[in-house]
């Protein structure tokens, strides 16, 4: 596998993300909103994400093609073997990220809300740990790593979605604590957040 193939294949990732995405955003949308803590923290978050996840990999693959593979500033080696760990990451990231939103259903949001008649999912991948999507998330930033050789832009969406999971996870508990009171107390006591067993 080549540098440009990696490449190409992180760019479909991407894509696959937004198109398996949209039609929960737009359904989303329809939901009424019982609570919502959509707050300037929270939006930044989202923007530092998209920017590590987004923004600086889509910038540094339209260099590439313009300056050439290995002639930007921190470039990295690049073997064949990166490619396909970062190609099983992906496929598993986005086969979990639709998993997730068909599991959530009409509760998924993509901030910090709770919906009317909002029910807690504790079944399916949601019994193995509390907070799959972030997991696919993690995977997506792990095939971003593999996928991309530069130490920047390959890097940066571990660096954007980390921010947001660890200055967000712990505000998203105590809403669904909030709202489900000890079910959601008993349910983070027998799973973990986004690793099986481990955390």
């Known amino acids: 596998m080549t540098a440009r193939l990696a490449e190409t294949i992180w760019f479909l990732a991407a894509a696959g993300w937004f198109v398996l995405r949209l039609p929960h955003v737009r359904r989303a949308r329809k939901t009424p909103v019982a609570r919502s803590d959509r707050d300037s923290l929270e939006r930044r978050l989202l923007g530092i994400s998209l920017t590590g996840l987004g923004i600086v990999p889509i910038l540094y693959i339209a260099l590439s093609l313009i300056v050439g593979d290995g002639n930007l500033p921190f470039d990295r080696t690049f073997a064949s073997w990166h490619g396909w ?33 909002h029910r807690l999912i504790d079944s399916g991948v949601y019994a193995l740990v509390r907070h799959p999507m972030y997991s696919a998330f993690w995977l997506l930033a792990i095939a971003q790593a593999w996928l991309i050789p530069n130490w920047v832009a390959g890097f940066a969406g571990l660096i954007g979605f980390g921010t947001l999971f660890f200055l967000r996870v712990g505000r998203e508990e105590q809403m669904m604590v909030d709202t489900f009171g000890e079910a959601y107390l008993a349910y983070m006591r027998r799973t973990k957040r986004v690793v099986p067993w481990l955390y």
Request: with cysteine; aromatic share 6%.
């Open 85 to 117: 760990v970062g190609l099983v990451c992906a496929l598993a990231a986005l086969a979990l990220f639709q998993l997730t939103h068909a599991q959530l259903g009409r509760n998924w949001s993509v901030s910090l809300d709770t919906r009317r008649d």
